[in-house]
T-cell receptor
Framework: SQQGEEDPQALSIQEGENATMNCSYK?????LQWYRQNSGRGLVHLIL?????REKHSGRLRVTLDTSKKSSSLLITASRAADTASYFC???????????FGKGITLSVRP | DAGVIQSPRHEVTEMGQEVTLRCKPI?????LFWYRQTMMRGLELLIY????????DSGMPEDRFSAKMPNASFSTLKIQPSEPRDSAVYFC?????????????FGPGTRLTVL
């Protein structure tokens, strides 16, 4: 089964609004990462939050992590049409090199 | 840095043919990953290598799939014989396991269509 499960599966918002995406996972992690995938492209790393961190910011991105609930959220503030993409959370347990990806959230930002 | 390089970008072949996908990881990265992405199953890890050694191939669908990494700068994923259900986008990614956090860098993908 998937380690990371994103919610919602699809999100449509107006430009300028904030977009919030959630991810839940099952096992203990070393860190959690969020990736973006534009249509027809490979995934691009956005931000990483370690298990001992609760919140992290990068530009218009804000990530939170609640290890007690095994969940994370990604907030994109003041969204732009260019933010239209699929967003994936991925967990790293530290036991080996691999990440486990969720199924992704499709974000559409209407101009 | 050129990033992860994959070739070909698009491949159309007929059922039963052999398909070889190629990947050049980022120089200095010692972990390499092959993924498959479809609408139905999402992103699936097929196999990954550390220091050119296959570590986990449990995601390889069946014996028709094989992967090699003869050196640190090159890997192949081969499908023989190919079937229509193998149609997907195949991604290669690399990372440096020398760092603690294992951010992965993805290539642009190879879109495979098996007719």
């Amino acid at each position: 089964s998937q380690q990371g499960e994103e919610d919602p599966q699809a999100l449509s918002i107006q430009e300028g609004e904030n977009a919030t995406m959630n991810c839940s996972y099952k096992t203990s992690i070393n860190n959690l990462q969020w990736y973006r995938q534009n249509s027809g492209r490979g995934l691009v790393h956005l931000i990483l939050i370690r298990s001992n961190e609760r919140e992290k910011h990068s530009g218009r991105l804000r990530v939170t992590l609640d290890t007690s609930k095994k969940s994370s959220s990604l907030l994109i503030t003041a969204s732009r049409a260019a933010d239209t993409a699929s967003y994936f959370c991925a967990t790293y347990t530290g036991a080996n090199s691999k990440l486990t990806f969720g199924k992704g959230i499709t974000l559409s930002v209407r101009p | 840095d050129a990033g992860v390089i994959q070739s070909p970008r698009h491949e159309v072949t007929e059922m039963g043919q052999e398909v070889t996908l190629r990947c050049k990881p980022i120089s200095g990265h010692n972990s390499l990953f092959w993924y498959r992405q479809t609408m139905m199953r999402g992103l699936e890890l097929l196999i990954y290598f550390n220091n050119n050694v296959p570590i986990d191939d449990s995601g390889m669908p069946e014996d028709r799939f094989s992967a090699k990494m003869p050196n640190a700068s090159f890997s192949t994923l081969k499908i023989q014989p190919s079937e229509p259900r193998d149609s997907a986008v195949y991604f290669c990614a690399s990372s440096s396991s020398g760092t603690r956090y294992n951010e992965q860098f993805f290539g642009p993908g190879t879109r495979l269509t098996v007719l």
